[in-house]
């Protein structure tokens, strides 16, 4: 490959990087492939405009796959229209009121004596420690999510990308 194209390469990608991190949180997960089930239960609880103010914020962000693992009908009962408040309480449990890098995570987990406890925007606690080299995230109900993507930042907070749904203690 001829330095020229490496260099168009590098800048197309350093803008292409940019842009994404000028848009805010609600418009990363809303435009990922992997979270489509996040996104449609985040509109169902008309979360997008939280999602887009100053905060900071840090999101737990479930996988469509974290979705499919849930008890059977959970989604289903979730997404009615009836349930939006039990909806909001969920999707709030996976929002941090503060902007935490993986590495601010790790570290307090250090200082935490092996765990870091969270309040979240529901006012529940996550607790996150390490497992086996995994952060882990526990949910009151004692069922655990390990983070697998970190640190995707948007204009308003940070996103890390978790294996499981986190639920809060009613």
């Given at each position: 490959?001829?330095?020229?194209?490496?260099?168009?390469?590098?800048?197309?990608?350093?803008?292409?990087?940019?842009?994404?991190?000028?848009?805010?949180?609600?418009?990363?997960?809303?435009?990922?492939?992997n979270h489509t089930t996040f996104t449609a239960a985040i509109k169902a609880a008309n979360l997008v405009s939280t999602l887009k103010e100053k905060g900071p914020y840090t999101?737990?962000?479930p996988t469509n796959e974290a979705f499919d693992k849930l008890e059977q009908g959970k989604l289903q009962f979730l997404l009615q229209s009836e349930n939006k408040a039990t909806l909001s309480t969920t999707l709030t449990y996976h929002i941090i009121p503060a902007y935490l890098t993986a590495t601010n995570i790790v570290n307090q987990?250090?200082?935490g004596d092996g765990t870091f406890k969270?309040?979240?925007v529901a006012g529940n606690i996550l607790t996150a420690s390490i497992k086996g080299g995994d952060v882990l995230l526990?949910?009151?109900?004692?069922?655990?999510?390990?983070?697998?993507?970190?640190d995707l930042k948007g204009s308003n907070g940070i996103?890390?990308?978790i294996d499981g749904v986190l639920m809060p203690r009613n």
């Open positions: 490959m001829k330095p020229k194209n490496i260099i168009l390469i590098a800048v197309i990608s350093f803008f292409s990087l940019s842009s994404y991190a000028q848009s805010d949180i609600a418009d990363i997960i809303l435009h990922s492939e999101i737990f962000a987990i250090t200082i969270m309040t979240t526990t949910d009151s109900l004692g069922n655990t999510a390990k983070i697998i993507a970190t996103i890390h990308v």
